[in-house]
């Protein structure tokens, strides 16, 4: 089969690389519908994390079950799933608790940009839909195996509540994603932080009602004067630098929520400053699993459309200039199709 | 009157200071009924915070209302009151959110250890007991007003739950009365971290139902033994060292929520760290005016005793060899009396 490899910053290949195969009763290997590029693969892209040996790419996947494992019954061959880029046993403490991207026998996906992929605990990660879902679904529904699964654990994790203020810092797919959680959970006023017309747009069709283009200390400035002085209920970040995380802090009122989805990258976080903020502050990779099967009903039912955030679609074999479109902002994010 | 002045690490005085005045017509005037010594204290105390000029010391009180500000009509002259260390006019919107220690108005008690005391934003400030209370409540509701209220938000910012699993960091007055909290809270189990034979007696009494004596990565790693190795629910921690607060990160489990409540000296979190971790932290100084009714009641009707956490009274007068005793660890806190 053929799949994506880094070689080195910048250097993404499409290569011929070995079939996946089924190593542990625990796996599944699926036939890819569609697959993409993340916000987070541009961090190895860019350099900013080391690229020591090659390897594949890509962690975000819909498809069609080819194989299981024997201890596999939860889905079998044929049927159309969604997982999470985190696996997930979801038996043990941790997935339990709702947290099944903390799961005791997590395996981070790395392999997804590809015509195959093994999926390790299958069982615990892997849900069917009822049926084939339309084409036209498949977007939506990779949206949720990642991006939209991200964006709704960033409004849980700011705790927004109905009819309470969110700011959403990073207009990238997860941000604008985090759009659609805080208006599903019935945010009144959501405050999109954006410099980009296309992701403005996209944003206040997503239930943005407010657009704030400053950065930093003039980008707060407008949340404060948007929030009677006082700042935000809730702010999501969906960025993960350390500008972009004292901008979420300092955005949040005292008693508000700070929710972190970015990877922080360099974010150190100051803890008197953080004590005398009042606020809270929760991340972490997100716990797509405990959302997917509302999120996978959300779009099956029309109520919710976060596939728009793909507004390039390539063919897998492409998948290098899927990068290079996404790195030089040319695209919000790439759909692959094999 | 007379009250205590800090010259320089380890000199405290205790002086003739003018009589405090109304100065603006939201200000009280109290007579002091009982004062104490504060852990927070020993931090300028011990030269951790720069002494630059002599000045009052003491934020904790509970009193007789002496004379009010013409705007005062919460309370009158001659009802027994107790307030928080940190003022606030109860009606902003910080304090309508429920952070009155975040008031816009806010001001920190700095002169209590003193026979009268100025109260600034008297009229959000202070609650009145129904009727004077016995002597042996003054202590329990000289408590309220920082320990027991800060532990309460503690346990609060930790978000303890009926049957979860707390561990309190530091076994300080504010610990102590954390257990407190986590009882009161429901927590099944309670962790209190203490090297300190009196102080596990006192933690037992108060509601601790295991004792953990190792610090730093021993005493974590018993935390994970007694929680079937993910750790804990909620951790309070109340210290406010890097030492501590670290100890109270790898505490709590994936999804669990640490409340700082101890002031951060020299804290840096690390993003990376707190995003994998899938832990929640909330701190700051705490919201003790809206627990105040209902930690009173609690003391009042005998249902919490927090004011145990006294182990050493003395006259006002010797509030120098109070200091010493902390300082030294011969006491808990110290009770002083005008």
Redesign the interface.
Known sequence: MRGAMIYAPGDIRFETREDPKILHPTDAVIRTAVTCVCGSDLWPYRGLEPTDEPHPMGHEYVGFVEEVGSEVTAVKPGQFVIGSFATSDNTC??CQ???Q??C?HREFMSTCQADYVRIPNAQGTLVATDGTPGEELWPGLLAVSDVMGTGWWAAD?AQVQPGSTAVVVGDGAVGLCAVIAAKEMGAERIIAMSRHASRQKLAREFGATHIVAERGDEGVAQIKELT???GADSVLECV?T?ES?RQALHAA???G?VG?VG??????????E????????????A?VRRYLPDLIERVQTGRIDPGKVFDLTLPLGDVAEGYRAMDERRAIKTLLKP
Chains 1, 2 share one sequence.
Not at 263 to 272: E, I, L, S, Y
Not at 274 to 285: E, I, K, N
């Open positions: 403490a941790n608790n709702g947290f991207s903390s005791l994790a009677g002085g006082i993960g350390d995380m009122r005292p008693g929520s972190f990877v922080p990258h360099g974010v150190a976080v100051d803890g008197q953080l004590f005398f903020s009042h606020v809270a502050l929760r991340g972490g990779p716990p």
